[in-house]
């Protein structure tokens, strides 16, 4: 499966943006999928993921309630709802796909697909 991450953006701190991400292939309704982001200087973080059928879903500490995933099958395609922004959440945000059946892990070592980056920038 190919993924391509988009609706990234500047935003000010309060604000909000939704990431898609687009996959290829007849079988996007098989993976879990993810998200996670990376700040410059950081390591690579968790930041939610959801189960084939959308029913479950797993999400960092750090989100609180302020982001949500979902997916449509229909549509090859996975999002991310991003309210309340900080200027912590800068980083770059990118998907992600496996086949295992592990539910909506938030281990990047079990996701075997990535798409690229989409970059967020939060505003104080």
């Known amino acids: 499966v190919q993924l391509q991450a988009s609706g990234g953006g500047l935003v000010q701190a309060g604000g909000s943006l939704r990431l898609s991400c687009a996959a290829s292939g007849r079988t996007f309704s098989r993976y879990t999928m993810g998200w996670f982001r990376q700040a410059p200087g950081e390591e690579r973080e968790f930041v939610a993921a959801?189960?084939?059928?959308?029913?479950?879903?797993n999400y960092a500490g750090f989100v609180k309630g302020r982001f949500t995933i979902s997916r449509d099958n229909a549509k090859n395609t996975v999002y991310l709802q991003m309210n309340s922004l900080k200027p912590d959440d800068t980083a770059v945000y990118s998907c992600a796909a496996t086949l295992r059946q592990l539910g909506p892990t938030p281990l990047g070592r079990n996701y075997a697909y990535w798409g690229q980056g989409t970059l967020v920038t939060v505003s104080s």
């Open positions: 959801v189960s084939w059928d959308g029913d479950t879903t």
